[in-house]
């Protein structure tokens, strides 16, 4: 399997999570949420920062969790918030060295779990699953916005 294809499944897989996931699971063996996990990713992409409020909605987290979520994540040296120059009510968040060195080993092991489950089924089966799986978690929350289901 090529490398460009198995990032390809990743990034799929990871964008289907992003839909379907919305609460935190909490992981006692690593003391901190599947949430922070996706906090840390989407910071790592995003190294210049970003609004603590942005950061709420692309992880879908409300913005208490993701306070409480920073704090803690900021107390282990994994973030640092700072207050925006231009709007001191809003905070801006970006991911230390630490927490660089976190995101990357996270994103390695999605890849080796993408890359057992290829090895198994194969890769059409598997990204054509994802595609359909996809199209699934966004019809759901679709129908959730629109108040069709709960």
Known sequence: MEQDELKKITDLYASILKVFCHKPIKDDTLGYGQGQNRILIYLSDHPDGVLSGDLSSEVHVGTGR?????????RKGLVKR?????????????????????????????????????????????????????????????????????
């Open 66 to 74: 993701i306070g409480n979520a920073l704090k803690e994540m900021e």
């Open 82 to 150: 700072f207050d925006d120059t231009n709007d001191r009510r809003k905070t801006i968040v970006k991911i230390t060295e630490q927490g660089l060195q976190l995101a990357e080993k996270r994103r390695n092991e999605f890849i080796s779990l993408n890359k057992m489950i290829i090895d198994k089924i194969g890769y059409d089966e598997f990204y054509h699953f994802l595609l359909t799986f996809k199209k699934i978690a966004e019809i759901g929350n679709e129908l959730k916005m629109k108040g069709e289901v709960e």
